[in-house]
């Protein structure tokens, strides 16, 4: 199938880094025909390889393909890549369905579908969690919003990419549900780096200290995962720091778009923008420990 990559059932993915890669990969692996298109091209050349076509803009993939994927970092690249000259919406037929898998603020999501509704085109929110690891294996959690009978169609697609799929609600709903899983996490990580801090002030090893916490009720993959890390002093990503402060960023938009308030994601998005401004954007979002441990007096 690969050879003829265009038609209804092709497949068009926008967005190839460290997440969008390993899900085109798993798409043409399903054996789905593949338009790819990237500001960079190495990963268009690699998918190339796989069997994928390369497009020279987003409108001209979307020309060439039943449904559009995306994964790119923030929303103004969606925005760019959606409703730009060459965007996405200029090649788009109505009755074409676009999936946005990338993480951005669930207000940006809600006004983009409304844009896209007005030309006929279906956008759903689809964001993912589970890391490259669950991207390179398609075993991602898949959480989607808008339009219920355009998720049913697109499912075969998202399965190839995730192993947990669920069709959380309206347009938004999917952002939303990712907005509180970061906020989870991260309000999490600060809470285990505080204890693993106290542990070794008072003198106590940070080891055992998990290692009971690990028995009881307050397990948690963070302090499973996480923790292994403070203790190895392991900060290679992983999640970059500079993608956990960008969606709690979006988070706080999202709290103040729909009054609720925030309290404990505003500090930690604080203790995230100050662990950036001393070099810390491009290490695993674990090295939150470090911050406090400076706070501490740890050297
Ligand atoms: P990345 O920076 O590795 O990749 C983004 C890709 O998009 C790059 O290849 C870039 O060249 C391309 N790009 C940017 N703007 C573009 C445009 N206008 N047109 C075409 N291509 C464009 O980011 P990533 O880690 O793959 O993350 C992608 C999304 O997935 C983000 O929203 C991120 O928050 C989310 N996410 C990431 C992880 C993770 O562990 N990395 C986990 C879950 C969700």
């Known amino acids: 199938m690969a050879d003829q990559p265009t038609g209804p059932m092709a497949i068009g993915f926008i967005g190839l880094g460290i997440m969008g890669r390993p899900m085109a990969h798993n798409v043409l692996r399903a054996g789905f025909p593949l338009v790819v298109y990237d500001l960079q091209p190495e990963p268009v050349d690699d998918l190339a390889a796989a069997g994928a076509r390369a497009a020279d803009s987003p409108a001209a993939l979307a020309q060439q393909v039943g449904v559009v994927l995306l994964c790119l970092p923030d929303s103004p690249d969606v925005q760019a890549a959606l409703c730009g000259p060459q965007g996405v919406l200029a090649g788009a037929r109505p009755g074409q369905i676009v999936v946005d898998m990338s993480t951005i603020s669930p207000v940006v999501a809600r006004e983009l579908a409304a844009t896209a509704a007005a030309q006929g085109v279906t956008l759903l929110d689809a964001p993912v969690s589970g890391g490259q690891v669950g991207a390179a294996q398609g075993t991602l959690s898949i959480m989607v919003g808008g339009d219920a009978a355009a998720?049913?169609?697109?499912?075969?697609?998202?399965?190839?990419?995730?192993?947990?799929?669920?069709?959380?609600?309206?347009?938004?709903?999917?952002?939303?549900?990712?907005?509180?899983?970061?906020?989870?996490?991260?309000?999490?990580?600060?809470?285990?780096?505080?204890?693993?801090?106290?542990?070794?002030?008072?003198?106590?090893?940070?080891?055992?200290?998990?290692?009971?916490?690990?028995?009881?009720?307050?397990?948690?993959?963070?302090?499973?995962?996480?923790?292994?890390?403070?203790?190895?002093?392991?900060?290679?990503?992983?999640?970059?720091?500079?993608?956990?402060?960008?969606?709690?960023?979006?988070?706080?938009?999202?709290?103040?778009?729909?009054?609720?308030?925030?309290?404990?994601?505003?500090?930690?998005?604080?203790?995230?923008?100050a662990l950036m401004a001393r070099g810390g954007a491009e290490q695993d979002h674990s090295a939150l420990v470090t911050l406090l441990e400076e706070l501490a007096g740890i050297k």
Not at 199 to 217: E, N, T
């Open 151 to 273: 998720f049913a169609q697109v499912r075969p697609v998202l399965a190839a990419m995730g192993k947990t799929i669920l069709h959380i609600g309206a347009s938004g709903a999917g952002q939303v549900t990712k907005a509180c899983n970061q906020i989870v996490i991260a309000v999490t990580i600060e809470a285990v780096a505080e204890a693993m801090v106290l542990a070794a002030k008072a003198g106590v090893d940070p080891a055992q200290v998990r290692q009971a916490l690990l028995g009881g009720y307050a397990y948690s993959r963070v302090l499973e995962g996480h923790g292994e890390r403070f203790l190895a002093r392991n900060f290679a990503p992983g999640f970059r720091t500079r993608l956990q402060y960008k969606d709690l960023n979006i988070a706080m938009d999202a709290g103040r778009a729909y009054a609720a308030p925030l309290p404990a994601t505003a500090l930690v998005h604080q203790l995230y923008g």
